[in-house]
């Protein structure tokens, strides 16, 4: 994603935020293929999947701060705040008017708490990990301790489409109600996944009752 990010700031313009995404996405994509290809069989216990968990969340959220310095021009403090938020789906923010924020960075703050909203398990569940055991263990790890008779991959991909038809669902019923379409785009992305950012510094509320009652629904 840190990719297409990237191929969106150059197509507006963007020259830091094009480095940055860049920048990031190529090693990130490389050392992930290079890791993937020499990964050795073996069984996850529950220990290995919570230290995963442990570990992706903030190495997440301290890569992704990285944009928010270079395109966005915030202090690594603030942007460290805004990355682990969004991470984390708190949705409290260090900035003051996300209308403001080029393009890329903009769409890259409202995406990653849709990702966010998913979780990484689910995620990773509709991406096929490398056996159905480790994917339970990470599942365990993520707090669903739930013991399900049918294929893991099936819950996995199942969940997400319907996280995607929710999402398509809210975007729809909100350009309905006279939202511009990128707008309820991000506003059902992060209704959905009770994150909140906007791309406003108030709100769906400023335009009006029904927005906010479908974002609500």
């Known amino acids: 994603f840190m990719l297409l990010a990237g191929?969106?700031?150059?197509?507006?313009?963007d020259g830091p935020g094009t480095v940055s995404f860049l920048g990031?996405?190529?090693?990130?994509?490389l050392a992930s293929r290079y890791v993937r290809r020499r990964q050795v069989e073996g069984k996850a216990?529950?220990?290995?999947?919570?230290?995963?968990?442990?570990?992706a969340w903030p190495a997440l959220s301290l890569l992704s701060l990285i944009p928010f310095v270079?395109?966005?021009?915030?202090?690594?403090?603030?942007?460290?705040?805004?990355?682990?938020?969004?991470w984390t789906d708190t949705g409290l923010t260090m900035i003051r008017d996300p209308s403001t924020l080029p393009v890329a960075l903009g769409v890259f703050r409202i995406v990653i708490q849709w990702f966010s909203g998913l979780g990484i398990v689910m995620f990773m569940l509709s991406l096929r990990t490398s056996s159905a055991q480790d994917a339970y263990s990470l599942f365990q790890a993520e707090g669903r301790p739930e013991?399900?008779?049918?294929?893991?991959?099936?819950?996995?991909?199942?969940?997400?489409?319907?996280?995607?038809?929710?999402?398509?669902?809210?975007?729809?019923?909100?350009?309905?109600?006279?939202?511009?379409?990128?707008?309820?785009?991000?506003?059902a992305i992060t209704s959905l996944s009770t994150g909140g950012f906007s791309?406003?510094?108030?709100?769906?509320?400023?335009?009006g009752p029904v927005p906010s009652l479908i974002a609500m629904g």
Not at 24 to 29: E, N, Q, T
Request: hydrophobic letters at 55%; proline letters at 3%; a positive charge.
């Open 147 to 187: 013991t399900f008779s049918t294929d893991l991959w099936v819950i996995g991909r199942t969940v997400v489409r319907i996280y995607c038809a929710y999402t398509l669902l809210g975007f729809v019923a909100l350009w309905a109600a006279g939202l511009p379409p990128l707008t309820a785009l991000a506003h």
């Open 7 to 13: 191929l969106l700031a150059l197509l507006t313009g």
């Open 199 to 207: 791309t406003n510094s108030v709100g769906v509320g400023i335009y």
């Open 24 to 29: 990031l996405g190529l090693p990130v994509a």
């Open 70 to 86: 270079a395109s966005g021009g915030m202090r690594w403090i603030d942007a460290a705040y805004e990355s682990f938020s969004a």
């Open 45 to 55: 216990t529950s220990r290995h999947a919570v230290l995963a968990l442990a570990l």
